[in-house]
Protein backbone atom coordinates (compact mmCIF):
# COMPACT_ATOMS: atom_id res chain seq x y z
CA UNK A 1 0.00 0.00 0.00
CA UNK A 2 1.38 3.84 -0.97
CA UNK A 3 1.88 6.22 1.94
CA UNK A 4 1.87 8.92 -0.28
CA UNK A 5 2.88 12.22 1.05
CA UNK A 6 1.10 14.96 2.03
CA UNK A 7 1.00 19.12 1.52
CA UNK A 8 -1.64 21.61 3.35
CA UNK A 9 -1.99 24.75 0.79
CA UNK A 10 -3.57 27.64 2.52
CA UNK A 11 -3.15 30.88 1.93
CA UNK A 12 -3.05 34.74 3.31
CA UNK A 13 -6.62 35.28 2.77
CA UNK A 14 -9.56 33.97 0.82
CA UNK A 15 -9.54 34.82 -2.84
CA UNK A 16 -5.89 34.84 -3.14
CA UNK A 17 -5.61 32.38 -5.84
CA UNK A 18 -5.10 28.70 -3.62
CA UNK A 19 -7.40 26.58 -5.61
CA UNK A 20 -5.75 27.77 -8.85
CA UNK A 21 -2.50 26.96 -7.13
CA UNK A 22 -3.16 23.73 -6.22
CA UNK A 23 -4.40 22.60 -9.29
CA UNK A 24 -1.23 23.79 -11.32
CA UNK A 25 0.36 22.43 -8.64
CA UNK A 26 -0.74 18.78 -9.22
CA UNK A 27 -0.83 19.48 -12.59
CA UNK A 28 3.07 20.63 -12.44
CA UNK A 29 3.49 17.31 -10.95
CA UNK A 30 1.61 14.90 -12.82
CA UNK A 31 3.43 16.09 -15.83
CA UNK A 32 6.26 15.19 -14.08
CA UNK A 33 5.80 11.81 -13.47
CA UNK A 34 4.37 12.16 -9.66
CA UNK A 35 0.78 10.47 -9.02
CA UNK A 36 -0.69 13.64 -7.64
CA UNK A 37 -4.22 14.24 -6.17
CA UNK A 38 -5.56 17.18 -4.93
CA UNK A 39 -8.33 17.35 -1.96
CA UNK A 40 -10.54 19.77 -0.49
CA UNK A 41 -10.52 19.74 2.79
CA UNK A 42 -13.67 22.00 3.81
CA UNK A 43 -15.68 23.05 0.97
CA UNK A 44 -18.28 25.85 1.75
CA UNK A 45 -20.95 27.99 -0.78
CA UNK A 46 -21.63 24.48 -2.86
CA UNK A 47 -24.41 21.69 -2.54
CA UNK A 48 -23.34 17.90 -3.38
CA UNK A 49 -19.91 18.82 -4.96
CA UNK A 50 -16.76 20.86 -5.09
CA UNK A 51 -16.52 23.72 -7.34
CA UNK A 52 -12.82 24.07 -5.90
CA UNK A 53 -12.49 20.27 -7.02
CA UNK A 54 -14.00 21.10 -10.24
CA UNK A 55 -11.27 24.09 -10.79
CA UNK A 56 -8.61 21.62 -9.72
CA UNK A 57 -9.66 18.87 -12.41
CA UNK A 58 -9.89 21.33 -15.13
CA UNK A 59 -6.46 22.92 -14.86
CA UNK A 60 -4.97 19.21 -14.68
CA UNK A 61 -7.28 18.03 -17.82
CA UNK A 62 -8.06 14.44 -15.67
CA UNK A 63 -12.07 14.54 -15.71
CA UNK A 64 -13.81 13.09 -12.77
CA UNK A 65 -10.83 10.72 -11.03
CA UNK A 66 -12.43 7.50 -8.51
CA UNK A 67 -12.39 9.55 -5.67
CA UNK A 68 -13.96 12.12 -6.25
CA UNK A 69 -16.50 9.78 -7.18
CA UNK A 70 -16.46 7.91 -4.14
CA UNK A 71 -16.20 11.28 -1.80
CA UNK A 72 -13.16 11.14 -0.68
CA UNK A 73 -11.74 14.60 -2.65
CA UNK A 74 -14.70 16.62 -0.98
CA UNK A 75 -15.00 15.21 2.45
CA UNK A 76 -17.16 18.02 3.96
CA UNK A 77 -19.57 20.20 1.61
CA UNK A 78 -21.74 22.85 3.09
CA UNK A 79 -24.26 25.18 1.43
CA UNK A 80 -23.14 28.86 2.98
CA UNK A 81 -20.40 30.60 1.69
CA UNK A 82 -18.97 31.21 5.32
CA UNK A 83 -16.42 29.87 7.89
CA UNK A 84 -16.76 26.05 7.85
CA UNK A 85 -17.93 26.74 11.37
CA UNK A 86 -20.68 28.56 10.57
CA UNK A 87 -21.61 27.17 7.52
CA UNK A 88 -22.13 23.64 9.13
CA UNK A 89 -24.12 25.76 12.27
CA UNK A 90 -26.62 26.83 10.01
CA UNK A 91 -27.05 23.14 9.04
CA UNK A 92 -27.21 21.99 12.22
CA UNK A 93 -23.99 20.28 11.77
CA UNK A 94 -20.39 19.84 12.76
CA UNK A 95 -17.34 19.97 10.62
CA UNK A 96 -16.27 15.97 10.61
CA UNK A 97 -12.52 16.14 11.29
CA UNK A 98 -12.11 12.11 11.45
CA UNK A 99 -13.84 12.42 8.23
CA UNK A 100 -11.35 14.63 6.56
CA UNK A 101 -8.53 12.67 8.00
CA UNK A 102 -9.43 9.75 6.93
CA UNK A 103 -10.19 10.99 3.58
CA UNK A 104 -6.63 12.38 3.17
CA UNK A 105 -5.36 9.03 4.17
CA UNK A 106 -7.34 6.80 1.81
CA UNK A 107 -6.38 9.16 -0.93
CA UNK A 108 -2.21 9.06 0.37
CA UNK A 109 -2.77 5.45 0.11
CA UNK A 110 -3.47 5.20 -3.46
CA UNK A 111 -1.35 8.43 -4.96
CA UNK A 112 2.16 9.75 -4.18
CA UNK A 113 1.23 12.96 -3.26
CA UNK A 114 -1.76 14.45 -1.91
CA UNK A 115 -2.07 17.91 -2.24
CA UNK A 116 -4.73 19.61 0.33
CA UNK A 117 -6.67 22.87 -0.15
CA UNK A 118 -7.61 24.33 3.03
CA UNK A 119 -10.45 26.70 3.17
CA UNK A 120 -9.99 30.07 3.81
CA UNK A 121 -6.54 31.20 5.74
CA UNK A 122 -4.90 29.71 8.58
CA UNK A 123 -6.99 30.72 11.61
CA UNK A 124 -10.72 29.59 9.90
CA UNK A 125 -12.79 27.99 12.74
CA UNK A 126 -13.31 24.37 11.45
CA UNK A 127 -14.98 23.75 14.93
CA UNK A 128 -15.70 26.31 18.31
CA UNK A 129 -12.05 24.78 19.38
CA UNK A 130 -10.21 23.91 16.35
CA UNK A 131 -8.82 26.18 13.40
CA UNK A 132 -7.64 25.28 10.15
CA UNK A 133 -4.03 25.08 11.02
CA UNK A 134 -4.46 23.73 14.27
CA UNK A 135 -5.87 20.55 12.59
CA UNK A 136 -3.53 20.72 9.39
CA UNK A 137 -0.45 20.80 12.19
CA UNK A 138 -1.85 17.98 14.43
CA UNK A 139 -1.85 16.03 10.95
CA UNK A 140 1.86 16.64 10.53
CA UNK A 141 1.00 17.99 6.78
CA UNK A 142 3.61 20.30 5.72
CA UNK A 143 2.52 24.09 4.82
CA UNK A 144 2.61 25.49 1.41
CA UNK A 145 1.44 29.32 1.78
CA UNK A 146 0.25 31.05 -1.36
CA UNK A 147 0.11 34.60 -1.06
CA UNK A 148 0.23 37.53 -3.79
CA UNK A 149 1.85 40.80 -4.03
CA UNK A 150 -1.48 43.25 -3.72
CA UNK A 151 -1.08 46.32 -1.24
CA UNK A 152 -1.21 44.59 2.50
CA UNK A 153 0.11 40.99 1.96
CA UNK A 154 3.00 41.17 3.05
CA UNK A 155 1.51 41.81 6.36
CA UNK A 156 -0.58 38.76 6.01
CA UNK A 157 1.97 37.07 4.61
CA UNK A 158 4.34 37.30 7.49
CA UNK A 159 1.55 36.70 10.29
CA UNK A 160 0.71 33.48 8.27
CA UNK A 161 4.42 32.40 8.59
CA UNK A 162 4.70 33.24 12.39
CA UNK A 163 1.42 31.20 12.75
CA UNK A 164 2.92 28.56 11.46
CA UNK A 165 5.96 28.44 12.91
CA UNK A 166 4.13 29.03 16.53
CA UNK A 167 2.33 25.72 15.70
CA UNK A 168 5.97 23.78 14.64
CA UNK A 169 4.35 23.25 11.16
CA UNK A 170 7.10 22.78 8.16
CA UNK A 171 6.79 24.85 5.53
CA UNK A 172 7.78 23.92 2.16
CA UNK A 173 7.18 26.97 0.18
CA UNK A 174 5.41 29.89 -0.74
CA UNK A 175 3.33 30.71 -3.88
CA UNK A 176 3.37 33.85 -5.08
CA UNK A 177 -0.06 34.39 -7.06
CA UNK A 178 0.11 37.52 -9.91
CA UNK A 179 -2.63 39.99 -9.04
CA UNK A 180 -4.44 42.33 -11.09
CA UNK A 181 -4.12 45.19 -8.75
CA UNK A 182 -0.73 44.95 -7.78
CA UNK A 183 2.24 47.08 -7.97
CA UNK A 184 5.35 45.82 -9.64
CA UNK A 185 7.80 47.11 -6.91
CA UNK A 186 5.20 46.13 -4.15
CA UNK A 187 5.09 42.65 -5.75
CA UNK A 188 8.76 42.69 -5.74
CA UNK A 189 9.04 44.12 -2.74
CA UNK A 190 6.95 41.62 -0.89
CA UNK A 191 8.87 38.47 -2.42
CA UNK A 192 12.29 39.83 -1.09
CA UNK A 193 10.04 40.46 2.39
CA UNK A 194 9.18 37.28 2.16
CA UNK A 195 11.72 35.05 1.61
CA UNK A 196 13.82 37.29 4.24
CA UNK A 197 11.06 36.11 6.91
CA UNK A 198 11.30 32.48 5.72
CA UNK A 199 14.61 32.69 6.24
CA UNK A 200 14.62 34.05 9.38
CA UNK A 201 11.76 31.84 11.13
CA UNK A 202 14.18 28.76 9.92
CA UNK A 203 12.18 27.69 6.81
CA UNK A 204 13.44 27.11 3.04
CA UNK A 205 13.32 31.06 1.54
CA UNK A 206 11.13 29.00 -1.42
CA UNK A 207 8.85 31.28 -2.97
CA UNK A 208 7.53 30.15 -6.66
CA UNK A 209 5.90 32.84 -8.72
CA UNK A 210 2.86 31.98 -10.55
CA UNK A 211 1.96 34.09 -13.39
CA UNK A 212 -1.55 35.17 -15.02
CA UNK A 213 -3.88 32.27 -15.33
CA UNK A 214 -6.24 33.54 -18.04
CA UNK A 215 -9.79 32.46 -17.71
CA UNK A 216 -10.09 29.39 -19.92
CA UNK A 217 -6.65 28.98 -19.97
CA UNK A 218 -3.80 27.93 -21.40
CA UNK A 219 -2.52 27.04 -18.18
CA UNK A 220 1.29 27.91 -17.26
CA UNK A 221 3.81 25.45 -16.89
CA UNK A 222 4.88 26.12 -13.26
CA UNK A 223 8.26 24.39 -12.00
CA UNK A 224 7.43 23.33 -8.01
CA UNK A 225 9.95 20.58 -7.56
CA UNK A 226 11.75 23.14 -4.71
CA UNK A 227 8.66 23.21 -2.90
CA UNK A 228 8.00 19.33 -3.03
CA UNK A 229 11.84 18.23 -3.37
Not at 33 to 54: C, F, H, P
Amino acid sequence: MKTGRVFWVSGIDTGIGKTIAAGLMARSLRARGVDAITVKMVQTGNDGYSEDIDAHRAICGTGKLPEDLEGLTAPQIFKFPSSPLLAAGLEGRTVDLDAIAQAVKACAGRRDLVIVESAGGLDVPLTEDVLSADFAAAQGWPLVLVTCGRLGGINHALLSLEAAKLRGMRVAGVVHNWHPDANPEIDADAVAAIRRHLAKLGYPPVVVRVPEVPAGGPCPDVDFSEIFA
